[in-house]
């Protein structure tokens, strides 16, 4: 387990940089493409609140040292995402309603095409290994 989470923990480095780098390159490049990444984060940024919810499950694991206290990491994230953002010239939306209820299977009706969409292969060559 040490071995596998060693290794996650540099693949999620690895993609928290390139995907920093992209939201700065594209926020602070043309005036679409910030136009275009201001829109973005403002479409979805109300569900950036769920992340840092915990139910009864996160609870429990994390009583019994299984798990992070998800609540503790959300000063951090927020630092490095308004530094991202800065540097990206990005504004944080302000007084946003947050989502709330994913954990608990509350969720909008997008998600009945995304799981559509992401089930397809499955659903078209049963028994298929991967």
């Keep these: 387990v040490a071995e596998i989470a060693e290794k996650a923990a540099k ?10 780098e992209w939201v700065i390159r594209l926020g602070d490049g043309t ?4 136009r275009r990444m201001q829109t973005a984060v403002d479409a979805l940024w109300s569900y950036t609140g769920e992340l840092f919810e915990m139910d009864e499950m996160d ?13 503790a990491l959300r000063e ?3 630092q490095y995402v308004a530094r991202t953002f800065a540097e990206a010239t990005l504004e944080i939306p302000q007084g946003t309603w947050m989502q709330r209820g994913g954990r608990h299977g509350v969720h909008s ?4 095409y995304i ?16």
């Design 11 to 20: 693949e999620v480095t690895y993609h928290l940089q390139r995907s920093s």
């Design 31 to 34: 005036e679409e493409s910030q």
């Design 59 to 71: 609870r429990s694991a994390r009583e019994r040292g299984l798990g992070p206290d998800w609540s």
């Design 76 to 78: 951090r994230w927020m």
């Design 109 to 112: 009706e997008r998600l009945g």
């Design 115 to 130: 799981l559509a969409e992401m089930q397809f292969l499955q659903r078209a060559y049963p028994g298929a290994k991967w």
